[in-house]
Structures are given as C-alpha cells and as structure tokens.
C-alpha cells in the first residue's frame, strides 16, 4: 500500500495538496486451516492497536471455505475464478463438480475467458487426485458438455505422461549409477531427457549392457 501511494506522489509533484487515492486491502484466503492469523497490520507492532501512530490496515478479509457458492457473483472471469480458487484445496461434492463444469462450459465459448478456462484443466490436473478428475470428466459426460470433459482428459493425460517419463529418467540414472556410476554431467543428460522412446531404448539396454557408453549412445 505504502510502495502505492508513493507512485501517486511521485507522480503528481505538482499537486501535492491533492489528497492520496483510497486503498481497500482485499484477502482472500483459500487453505485447508481455519485462518489464525492478524487480521489488521497494527496487530503485528508491539501496542499497535492501541497506538495512535501506528497504521491499522484492516483488510476485508474472505475465506473462501466459508462463502456459499451462490454468494460468489460479478463476471464470469471473476466467478470462474474465485469458484476454481475455492475448490483448488477442498474436496469437490457432487455439486460443486457440477458449478465449475458449467462455469468451464461458458467460459470456453468466450474469447475472454478461455485462457482462464485452460488454466483451471492444468491446475486441477496437477492438486486434484484420481477420483476428483475422473468426477469432474464424468459430470461434463454427463451434462453434455464435451469440450470441457476433452479439456480435463488431455491435461490429466498429459501430467500422467510427464510423471512416467520423470519416473523413468530417475530409474534410469539409479541403476546406471549403480551398475557403472555418473558424473553429474551424465546424470544432468539423463534427467533433462524428454524423449519417451530414447528412455525406453536405455532402460531395455542397460539390463545386459556390458558398458555405460552402450547405455547412453541410445539418448540424444
């Protein structure tokens, strides 16, 4: 706040009798806990609520946890949003799988949405377990609204990839060590490997591979 209002004197050097604009400190908190944190700035100073020379900063303050969906308005980017930031950390109901399928479903036929809407698939991909996916994909079957199901399905899919292939360059750089050890450079090699076939070509090749080079030659 303090870094804003100095931006607004600077640049405003030749009205300085203007008064400084307002700022309205918003947080919105989304975690597991039950937030047990301050809730205003003068908390944090020795007296502070009692001293009249300390600024208070009092936020609006809205755990997410706690706010009904229906009471989540404004525009669809910001509902979209503020709904997905919300179930990001709790356990997706039947219902809510429902409200952020819809969201995703109207989100995708505005321009000015859909790169929120493709974020929301990769994260969710990424913090939601097996059985919250494969909800979410069964209740875009469900409601018929396939582009959002589509959505779902080709980021799991891809974050499932992506964790075999790490899965295999790090069995892979274990038993080369092992069996002939690494230098880091070779390791670095291993580990920064993005080619599926190349990996499977060196684990298939390290099983009788009487050399290390016979195992590496296969990666690019």
């Not at 930031?85 to 399928?101: I, V």
């Not at 291993?190 to 195992?215: F, H, Q």
Request: charged fraction near 30%.
């Amino acid at each position: 706040m303090a870094t804003i209002w100095q931006r607004h004197a600077t640049a405003r050097k030749r009205h300085r009798n203007e008064p400084l604009p307002e700022i309205l400190p918003v947080v919105l908190y989304h975690g597991e806990e039950r937030w047990d944190a301050p809730l205003q700035f003068a908390e944090l100073i020795a007296n502070g609520p009692d001293s009249p020379h300390v600024p208070h900063y009092r936020p609006v303050f809205v755990d997410l946890a706690e706010l009904p969906d229906e009471q989540i308005t404004g525009s669809l980017r910001a509902v979209l949003g503020l709904v997905a930031l919300k179930y990001s950390r709790l356990r997706l109901e039947q219902s809510a799988m429902d409200l952020l399928t819809e969201l995703l479903h109207l989100g995708q036929g505005d321009p000015a949405v859909r790169h929120l809407v493709r974020v929301v698939h990769r994260i969710y991909a990424q913090v939601k377990d097996t059985g919250e996916v494969d909800g979410l994909v069964a209740a875009a079957s469900r409601l018929g609204y396939h582009e959002v199901e589509d959505g779902y399905m080709t980021f799991a899919q891809d974050m499932l990839e992506k964790g075999s292939m790490q899965c295999s360059r790090e069995v892979l750089a274990r038993q080369l060590d092992r069996k002939f050890g690494l230098t880091d450079a070779e390791r670095e090699r291993i580990l920064s490997c993005d080619d599926r076939d190349s990996l499977d070509a060196a684990l298939d090749e390290i099983i009788t591979a009487d050399e290390k080079a016979s195992v590496l030659n296969t990666l690019p």
